[in-house]
């Protein structure tokens, strides 16, 4: 095990002009509830069941209060970039305009980042709906789409130059497939008649932001963050290989391949009528929007066996796993980052997010987490092995600056290089923190 993070000596991973940078969302690390509206996060964590600790995220880091003292540590890293998300709730009120004490709070955050050279990687849309567009349908309602390029609109023009890129949406496949198909995250609804409904409304949202965006801010980059999870066949038998091409459609292709080719995977037609999305006139045209970037998330693959039931059974993942119980595959990064490149006429990639929950220990101040250090290394190198393979890699954002909510799992996971005491709000940069910082600065 090694203390460091390393890459071959030519590795373009080594070039100044490859960005490294950590990643936050603001429900996650916010607190600061009072002073925004309510989202469908704050409804779904008072939701008897739905979060493991029964936790919420109404103090969370406290970074709303903590803010400047984060910078520091962000510049302490010696990072590029940092990537935040924008609380649609603290920024708009429920008229549709501005609220200018929460734009105030971006603003200053984000003129920090600049006078000290960071490049701020806003995500317009982390999960963090206001509840009151849910109380009108949220996703499921066309209108949530036009309300949202109407947010991303104001706020576009407020910021400015201060920001270097854009990313609409992160994960439309988590806020459609698991918020509105499955259920296991706000706003917890259920039925396979809705996930793709909720889909076409993210996509449709994410390609009418883009033509603000593009007219409103010319010169920042403006895209999209997808995650992927890689589906692989149990056995080479043709009906394991069969489902696995199903899921990877159902899960994976079905948020990217409309950006691209604008339509959705063949396998729509198999879908009952009643599960598929409504598409409109024009609608495709408008998701097909050229985009500047195309931010990937990257965490595990999944491995499938054909069913009678359904289309797909997913199989519990082998070892090693991190704490999530995901299994740690660097190999599947490489060929997911190649395979899309060889499926799509890409723009330049940035890894937006990727890292690994383990079960840290702090002892007498320090987190030795060769475990996580180790994640970083094998997954540095998957991305090192696809820009050998040609696909135009141009940054990488850990995930995450520092432990925070991770959602369903409250805060038992911790994903951060830098860990957080929850009683006291102490951070501590751990190994894989130092590690970072020392492969980004002796670059
Ligand atoms: C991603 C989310 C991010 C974080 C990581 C672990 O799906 O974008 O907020 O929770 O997973």
């Not at 609608?283 to 499938?304: E, K, P, Q, V």
């Not at 599947?332 to 940035?350: D, G, I, M, Q, R």
Request: glycine share 6%; with cysteine; net charge negative.
């Amino acid at each position: 095990m090694t203390v460091k993070l390393t890459l071959p000596a030519q590795s373009e991973m080594l070039s100044k002009d490859f960005i490294y940078g950590v990643a936050t969302a603001s429900f996650q690390i916010e607190g600061g509830k009072d002073l925004r509206l309510p989202c469908i996060w704050d409804t779904f964590c008072n939701t008897p069941n739905k979060i493991v600790d029964g936790s919420n995220g109404e103090i969370a880091c406290d970074h709303f209060n903590r803010w400047q003292d984060d910078m520091k540590l962000i510049d302490s890293l010696g990072v590029d970039a940092y990537r935040l998300s924008i609380s649609w709730p603290r920024v708009i009120n429920e008229s549709g305009e501005l609220n200018q004490a929460g734009v105030d709070y971006y603003l200053n955050i984000l003129d920090r980042l600049k006078s000290n050279n960071i490049k701020a990687f806003v995500t317009l849309y982390h999960w963090d709906l206001p509840q009151h567009l849910e109380d009108q349908g949220g996703w499921l309602n066309r209108e949530t789409a036009y309300k949202f390029r109407s947010y991303v609109d104001l706020i576009s023009k407020v910021f400015g130059n201060r920001v270097h890129a854009y990313a609409t949406l992160n994960e439309p496949f988590c806020s459609a497939f698991l918020g509105y198909e499955v259920g296991v995250h706000a706003p917890g609804i259920v039925g396979k008649e809705f996930g793709k409904k909720a889909a076409h409304h993210l996509l449709l949202a994410h390609g009418l932001a883009m033509e603000v965006l593009t007219k409103n801010s010319p010169n920042t980059l403006n895209g999209i963050v997808l995650n992927f999870t890689p589906c692989y066949p149990e056995s080479d038998s043709l009906a394991d290989i069969n489902a696995a091409a199903f899921a990877d459609d159902y899960l994976n292709q079905w948020y990217i391949k409309p950006l691209f080719d604008g339509k959705y995977p063949e396998i729509m037609s198999q879908l009952p009528t009643e599960h598929q999305p409504e598409i409109h006139d024009g609608d495709m045209t408008i998701i097909t929007h050229a985009i500047d970037f195309l931010g990937i998330n990257f965490y595990t693959r999944a491995i499938y066996r054909a069913d009678t039931d359904e289309h797909f059974l997913q199989i519990d993942p082998p070892n090693p796993r991190t704490d999530m119980g995901w299994e740690i595959y660097p190999k599947a990064f490489t060929e997911l980052l190649v395979s899309l490149n060889e499926k799509y006429t890409l723009p330049p990639v940035y890894i937006t997010e990727n890292g690994a929950a383990m079960a840290d220990k702090i002892i007498d101040g320090v987190v030795n987490d060769q475990d996580r250090v180790n994640y970083y290394q094998q997954h540095l190198n998957a991305v090192n092995d696809a820009i050998e393979q040609g696909v135009q890699i141009k940054g990488y954002f850990a995930w995450s600056l520092m432990d925070n909510f991770e959602w369903a799992e409250g805060y038992l996971k911790r994903f951060g290089i830098v860990h957080v005491d929850y009683d006291t709000q102490v951070r501590t940069v751990k190994a894989s923190g130092l590690a970072y910082k020392t492969l980004i600065t002796n670059r």
